[in-house]
């Protein structure tokens, strides 16, 4: 099948990736020319596991191919998929320009029966709105079908590949059948509905793994009071089959450039109905609270701030990816810089984006985890990469200059804790502190 994918981020690279390596022959058009320079000489702009090699291989095979002329891209194809982004804008409403814009290049340049597929994640009624865009703009044939993303950044490739459910939003029956065709070499629950419940499906779904992490934070503070450890809660609530063991993990709350954008869009959508939805409100509002007990932890801890050198591990919004959108870190760092302390961050892999996104004095970016550590009045770890996991507190103690861990993730046990002389505190285990 001939397929255009219209955005090259995280979600359309990675399918278009894919879809080349399920046979399909597949171009990938981005605006941004730097990008698209890259991938042609067979480099991944972003970190995913996995996908470097898919893309020179795929290249290599001569199935897929990158540009930044969307003309090029759309003529012929059978398929254009838009995978554009869809960010806040500052009242959290979804920012559709990028999609809109999207839909009007694509209009000028279709030829031939086209499905045009939403991936993006995209407020109930904007397929309609793309439709009609198009429609405004072409003579030729087409139908539109919204098939939301559910991909994990870290383990998209994979998740691509072995998805739990593949959701086609559509009301025509030609293009049903063309995406259960493209997708007929994934074994997954293909879900066919019309258009507006699969807009719906993904806000749904996100906003309902956004409650869960924000209900489990909310245990774990609740647990530090009544002397209860939030990680034994989670085990055993996880065993009950309704509950699910998933997303019930303690930490300093979710970041990252979908569920911060999704609760607030939908609480949006909500609203613009007249609906208010103040579950998702406070599940928000739960999330933006979390990441300072870190904050108020420090502030505890040290009376002196002002002289303070403060450690920072993990500046992505979750291990494995070189994502820094709405990470915890962003919110966390710029508190203690407002105290006048001094801080040094170690990333494996987002400390080139986080200093590139941040863009504020006073932090010093480490090329090694033991260098920020090292001398520090305190260590933070703000996200569970499994290289912190395999450095023990005893080495971390060896390093700082005051005996000071603030554990944000919950990724140290009692045992490995024992034989240290650390002030340790985590989240919802006060056993351990
Ligand atoms: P991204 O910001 O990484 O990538 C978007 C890309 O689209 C950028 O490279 C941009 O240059 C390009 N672009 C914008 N307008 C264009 C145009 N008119 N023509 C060609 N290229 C254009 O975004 P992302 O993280 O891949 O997310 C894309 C969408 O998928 C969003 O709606 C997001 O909510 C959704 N989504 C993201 C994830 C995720 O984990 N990142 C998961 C599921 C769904």
Known sequence: MKIAVVGVGYVGLVSGV?????????????????????????????????????????????????????????????????????PSLPNGQANLSYIEQAAVDIAESLSGYTVVVTKSTVPVGTNEKIREIIAARTREEFDVASVPEFLREGTAVMDTMNPDRIIIGTDSVRAADKLVQLHERLTANIVITDIRSAEMIKYASNAFLATKISFINEIANICEKVGADVTQVAHGMGFDKRIGSSFLKAGIGYGGSCFPKDTQALIQIAGQMDYDFKLLKSVVEVNRDQRFNVVRKLDLLLEN?????????????????????????????????????????????????????????GV?????????????????????????????????????KRPYLIDGRNIYTEEQLAETGLVYYSVGRPGMN
């Open 18 to 86: 894919c879809f080349s390596e399920l046979g399909h022959q597949v171009v990938c058009v981005d605006k941004v020319a730097e990008k698209i320079e890259r991938l042609q000489a067979g480099e991944a702009p972003i970190y995913e596991l996995g996908l470097q090699p898919l893309i020179v291989d795929n290249l290599d095979q001569g199935r897929l191919s990158f540009t930044t002329n969307t003309a090029d891209a759309v003529q012929g194809a059978e398929l254009v998929i838009i995978a554009v982004g869809t």
């Open 305 to 361: 701030m002002e002289d303070a050198v403060i450690g920072i591990w993990g500046l992505s919004f979750k291990p494995e990816t070189d994502d820094v959108r709405d990470a915890p870190a962003v919110e966390i760092i710029s508190a203690l810089l407002e105290r006048g302390v001094r801080v040094k961050a170690y990333d494996p892999v987002a400390a080139d984006n986080f200093r590139k996104q941040f863009g504020k004095d």
């Open 364 to 400: 010093e970016y480490c090329s090694e985890a033991a260098d920020a550590a090292r001398e520090c009045d305190a260590l933070c770890i703000l996200t569970e990469w499994s290289e912190f996991q395999h450095i023990s507190p005893a080495q971390i103690e060896s390093w700082l």
